[in-house]
């Protein structure tokens, strides 16, 4: 039975987590104009993930993510970063283009070099 999780980080704002168990099934990242705060302190991933969000370094390489919905193609494809459901464990912040940084959706550039400068990377 899937199960929502919030969590807030200070200077972020709240994210939610969608679960099945152990199984990440989406993950929305926190958001300044999220009106309501973390109510699962104690949730393993949320606690790593606002570990995270103050410079804490993590692979989320051990995250069990349901990849349903996507082919094979793009599962490895760049351009599952369009319709990612799992920011930060399948790192797409980290895809630039060529003459830059590149977008980032709706939560734009800005989220998206916050993001890169907690990994030590500046564009």
């Avoid at 972020?12 to 969608?18: A, C, F, I, P």
């Avoid at 103050?54 to 760049?78: M, N, P």
């Avoid at 940084?101 to 800005?110: D, E, F, L, P």
């Amino acid at each position: 039975m899937a199960a929502s999780v919030r969590y807030e980080v200070e200077g972020w704002g709240v994210g939610e987590l969608w679960l099945d168990g152990e199984t990440l099934l989406w993950h929305e990242l926190p958001s300044k104009s999220a009106t309501e705060g973390g109510d699962d302190p104690s949730n393993e991933l949320a606690v790593r993930l606002r570990a995270y969000f103050t410079g804490a370094r993590d692979s989320f390489a051990d995250v069990k993510i349901d990849l349903d919905g996507y082919t094979e193609f793009q599962r490895a494809a760049g351009s599952v970063c369009a319709g990612n459901r799992f920011p930060l464990v399948v790192p797409c912040h980290r895809v630039v283009a060529a003459n830059g940084i590149g977008r980032y959706g709706a939560r734009g550039v800005g989220y998206k070099r916050r993001l890169l400068e907690l990994e030590g990377v500046t564009l």
